[in-house]
Structures are given as C-alpha cells and as structure tokens.
C-alpha cells in the first residue's frame, strides 16, 4: 500500500487501513490474490468536505492502477471509520486485477463481470450492485469484530440498522447457497475430503478465489435461467418479496434433490 494522505493529522488512520487490510487478509485461506492488490493499492486519506458529512469511502480501478479513498470525519466514532475502511477494503476483494488472475468467463445469462460479484449484460445494465454492497458490509462488520471493535457506537449502531433488511436478505442468500456458512473460520473455507477439497461456502469461495460466473451457472442450473440475474435485480430495486420467496425456492429445490439421492 503506499500512502497518499494531505495533512499530518490523518497519518494516525494509516494504521487503522493497515490493521483493517490485515485482519481482513487473515480471514483468507488463498491470500496470494488479494496480498498482491493490497500491495499495488495506493490509498488516499482525506477530511471529509463538510464537518457535517460522515465518513464515506470509494475504490476504483483506474487502468490496471487500485485506489481507495477514504474521506474522514475524525469527529466519527473510530469504530464507524474503521467499518468504512473495512467495507471499502471488502469491495477489492472483489475487483478483477486481470483477466488472467480472476479466470473471468460469461454465465448462463451471456454477462460479463464487473467485479466477481457485479455484473454486466449487454455493456449497458448493470446487476448485483446491492449485492456488493451488502456483501461488502457483512464483511467489514466482521473485520471489525476481528479488530476488537465489539460494543458498536450509536452511530454506527443507525447506519446497520437503516440497511438491516437487505443484508439480512443478502446473508440467508448466502448461507442458503452457499451453505455451512457458520462453520467457516475464512471467508474462502474447505475441507480435505482424501485427496480433495470440499469448498464450505461456495459464494465466498467463488467469489473470492475465482468469480461470480460458477455461481450464476450453478444457480441458474438449480432455477432456471436468468435466476441470478432476477435475484440480483430484486435485491437492487429492493423487492425483499421476491428475493426471498427465490431463497426459500432454492432451499426445496435442494432439499428435494438431496432426498432423492
Ligand atoms: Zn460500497
């Protein structure tokens, strides 16, 4: 990571990034992809533009170049800025270095990844934006959990509240696809079955180690075409409706199916 900060009074955040980028290291079992982004990021620390504005965050990829920014209120409890930087830290997990690392493919659906978790159809509309997000805030609870942040303060307490119920949706999505989500200690878990791997959570796995194209395929096998896509868009135009009566779909498809074996 190299550093990029205007004022001497935000070097003390620097350790914060570095500790967020760590812990969220740690939670991988396949660190090699993500340890080289961390190395090429370059993360901009700046104050936030009006004292009234909260911390906020953003990374992009310019040309093959990782940034993160991250605007600052240091009148923010720590705990919100440290979830901030972890939620930002989460969206590179998911960024394509190259082609070539991330073994990118098109889905069922004929779309083109973003990221591994967002999408793009026919190079104008874009699916699973909600899904990242909400991804991206399962995770930097977690990393802050992990960084010893346990009583949340009331500000960040509001802001997990105003999105509870899409990340609620988003979370039995997961676990229900991509099941024993509680057994996993990484987020990219498996077990040695012999002389195999047996992958614990398949949604963290893919998307993680190689892309959102083997769990559209996977889904789309198991509901019918388009599915990822649809689920994705409810999640997106907020229809929490439809998006569960999916995941409770996917739930007896796959119950069925095992009983019949
Ligand atoms: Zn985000």
């Not at 936030?48 to 990829?61: A, E, M, R, V």
Request: net charge negative.
């Amino acid at each position: 990571m190299t550093f990029n900060t205007i004022d001497k009074a935000l070097e003390r955040y620097e350790k914060v990034v570095l500790d967020a980028a760590s812990t969220l290291e740690n939670d991988l079992r396949n660190k090699v992809i993500y340890s080289l982004k961390l190395q090429l990021v370059s993360v901009y620390l700046g104050f936030t533009s009006k004292p009234q504005k909260h911390t906020s965050g953003l990374c992009f990829k310019d040309g093959d170049k990782l940034h993160v920014a991250i605007f600052i209120n240091p009148d923010d409890p720590i705990d919100y800025i440290a979830f901030t930087i972890s939620h930002e830290l989460g969206h590179l997990l998911y960024k394509k270095l190259t082609d070539v690392l991330s073994m990118t493919g098109k889905a069922n659906d004929g779309s083109t990844e973003i990221t591994s978790i967002m999408r793009i159809t026919d190079y104008s509309e874009i699916y699973g934006r909600e899904m990242e997000e909400q991804v991206c805030d399962i995770i930097a609870c977690r990393n802050i959990q992990k960084m010893g942040f346990v009583e949340f303060s009331d500000l960040l307490k509001k802001e997990l509240q105003r999105t509870a119920k899409k990340r609620a949706a988003a979370e039995s999505f997961i676990s229900t696809f991509g099941k024993r989500l509680d057994e996993c200690d990484f987020i990219d878990d498996y077990d040695k079955n012999g002389d195999t791997f047996a992958v614990k959570n398949s949604f963290w796995y893919y998307s993680v180690a190689f892309g959102l194209s083997q769990i559209v395929n996977s889904f789309d096998d198991t509901m019918g075409a388009n599915a990822y896509f649809k689920l994705c868009e409810a999640l997106d135009i907020n229809d929490l409706t439809y998006f569960k009566s999916e995941v409770k779909r996917f739930q007896n498809i796959e119950k069925k199916r095992r009983s019949s074996q």
